[in-house]
């Protein structure tokens, strides 16, 4: 009898120990059965970051390549046919980029539509119509410095300064540390005449020599021959819009070319030209962290 319990005992203890391990086994197909389908849902996100990656790298091209994998996989998403409009007017497609951001309107990323039709329109030249969409875009995202910065320069290029300043306050004040947007700003403030407050923002951004000799060149011209930049707005301002346009700009003392060194003694030689705006259009972040930069 002492035997046959013993037997019964080990036997107890074998099926005992085979449960455990068929238990221990169906919880670790569980656990991988639950790991592949969050893996498989962190799909999309992980092609979303890599989409973004690309832009932010100006990768633009690699970037639809990512964007048609995406929605041969996924379909498509609103998120990810802002960033396809924006991946098309990089790679200069502007008709495809203006179909795309024009499907934008009517959806959570119409913000991103009117912004990218504003900057088609101003890489048309069409600097009051960019105005137009700029302002539209920043009414979606009023804290968006990016937009604030590209609305108050489309607006200095199609002659309205005093409309330029509170975009262009904003924006540098929301962002300190972008050079464009305070690039911008020392701009605008060199056409009003305060060269002194100009100067001042400058020297806070720390900005190089080449640069503020770019910032009082784009001044120069723009003052000299303000009709160019009128001109490229691509529709005519009304009569008092002139008017007041006209005024602002002979109220405040000229930027002269004797203001930059290197462009007097290149224009004495006969070699002078005007270099590409280091300003225009950017992509940046934004901060909040500030000391104020319009009194």
Known sequence: MLLAGCSTNKTDTAWKLIRQQQEQQAMMRQQE???????????????????????????????????????????DSTELNALRAHALRMTGQPQASEQ????????????????????????????????????????LQPTNAQILNDLGYARIQSGNLA??????????????????????????????????????????????????????????????????????AGARQPASAQATSSSSRTSSPVVTSGDVPAYAAAQASGSASYPASPIGFHQSPLMDNHTPLVQ
């Open 33 to 75: 059965a639950e790991d592949l389908r969050k893996n498989e849902a962190s799909r999309p996100e992980v092609m979303l970051a890599m989409i973004r990656e690309a832009q932010q790298q100006q990768r633009y091209f690699a970037s639809l390549a990512y964007i048609d994998a995406y929605a041969a996989n996924y379909g």
């Open 100 to 139: 795309a951001y024009r499907a934008l309107l009517k959806t959570s990323e119409a913000a991103s539509g009117w912004h990218g039709l504003g900057l088609l329109a101003a890489e048309q030249g069409d600097y009051a119509k960019a105005s137009e969409y700029l302002a539209k875009a920043s009414a």
């Open 163 to 232: 409309g330029a300043r509170l975009p262009l306050g904003k924006a540098a004040e929301l962002d300190p540390d972008n050079d464009k947007v305070l690039s911008n700003l020392a701009l605008l403030l060199l056409l009003q005449g305060n060269t002194p407050q100009a100067n001042a923002v400058m020297d806070k951004a720390q900005l190089s020599q080449g640069t503020r000799d770019q910032i009082y060149l784009l001044a120069s011209e723009w003052r000299t021959n303000p009709a160019t930049h009128l001109s490229s």
